[in-house]
């Protein structure tokens, strides 16, 4: 009996698990977006290859499009790109978060 008394707290520790990492809300692992080298795109049509290339561009793992007069949610996230468009969906401003 007293070895067993002795053995169960090693018993439980090997049975235990290192903590998962911690999920942080609006990250995707391995995407966040960096601006640097997008104006390249001010001024281009807002199509779906220009699109691509400037989420592939800034390492996004999240395209926003933003058409004027559209409202957009404030909410921060480190992954996404969002593009601005003009009347004739040209590309105006392209930021992160």
């Not at 926003?64 to 409202?71: E, I, K, N, S």
Request: charged share 20%; glycine share 10%.
């Amino acid at each position: 009996m007293r070895k067993i008394v002795l053995f169960a707290p090693a018993l439980l520790l090997a049975c235990s698990t290192a903590p998962a990492a911690p999920i942080v809300h609006g990250e995707t692992p391995g995407h966040t977006c960096q601006e640097a080298g997008t104006d390249a795109y001010v001024g281009k049509a807002g199509t779906r290859g220009n699109g691509a290339a400037i989420k592939h561009a800034t390492n996004a793992a999240v395209l926003r499009w933003a058409p004027p007069g559209v409202m957009l949610t404030m909410d921060y996230r480190a992954d996404r790109v969002t593009v601005w468009l003009d009347d004739r969906h040209k590309i105006t401003k392209i930021r992160c978060g």
